[in-house]
């Protein structure tokens, strides 16, 4: 996960590169295959953070400097910061835009957000100074608990598009999938959509918005 990351960071600064294309080209090799090629924001949850940790200590407790480890740990920490980069390389100066955040468990289908990358995202969004309004099908009520007044909770996908500077859709649920350019469009105050997850076809979200996607260089 974290070494299709690192290549969808070089992707960034490759005009018209698109990690997507590498990811399909990687995986036709049988000794790779296609899964775990997706390139996005990072790994959370309960599990993959706390192993990845756990392992690179037990490694160090027996005099041994797990490289490799340490490096998908840092890459990983890194990349939900990512989104947030490229926001502000579309908008400017976040201090006073409002945010909408979709998605905010740490993968769909499920309201966990433990180690969840939105969240780090928010964070950062708050830090530099944005309203940030979120939405997820199942995990605001985590959140809210969270969070409580600091953000604003919407009760839809569109909900939270409204008068929006930029989007980040920082997990890809199936309804996320169904939302078209002119959703965006017609809700945002700014229609910038920075597609975290990939979930959206380059080439129609260029029409008529501003899109920028993990692994996607300029054109």
């Not at 790779?32 to 959370?44: D, E, Q, T, V, W």
């Not at 099908?137 to 608990?145: Q, S």
């Not at 953000?151 to 598009?161: D, G, H, P, R």
């Not at 078209?180 to 105050?189: E, S, T």
Request: glycine content about 8%; overall charge positive.
């Amino acid at each position: 996960i974290s070494l299709i990351n690192e290549i969808a960071n070089i992707c960034q600064h490759l005009p018209e590169a698109d990690v997507t294309v590498v990811a399909r080209g990687v995986g036709l090799d049988k000794r790779i295959g296609p899964r775990f090629l997706n390139a996005g924001l990072g790994y959370g949850g309960s599990c993959l953070p706390k192993d990845v940790k756990a392992l690179t200590a037990y490694a160090k407790s027996l005099g041994y400097h797990p490289a490799i480890l340490e490096a998908v740990e840092k890459v990983n920490r890194s990349q939900p910061y990512k989104a947030v980069e490229l926001a502000e390389k579309l908008v400017g100066e976040l201090s006073g835009k409002k945010a909408a955040v979709l998605g905010l468990s740490f993968k769909p289908n499920t309201d966990d957000v433990r180690e969840a990358v939105a969240l780090k995202i928010i964070d950062r969004l708050l830090e530099k100074g944005c309203s940030v309004t979120v939405y997820d099908p199942a995990a605001v009520e985590n959140v809210r608990r969270v969070y409580g007044y600091k953000l604003a909770y919407a009760s839809s996908a569109v909900e939270c598009l409204q008068g929006a500077d930029f989007c980040i859709v920082a997990t890809e649920w199936d309804e996320f999938r169904k939302l078209k350019p002119r959703d965006f469009r017609k809700h945002m105050r700014n229609p910038v959509v920075v597609d975290g997850r990939r979930i959206y076809d380059p080439e129609a979200f260029s029409k008529g918005l501003t899109y920028a996607a993990v692994g996607l260089g300029n054109k």
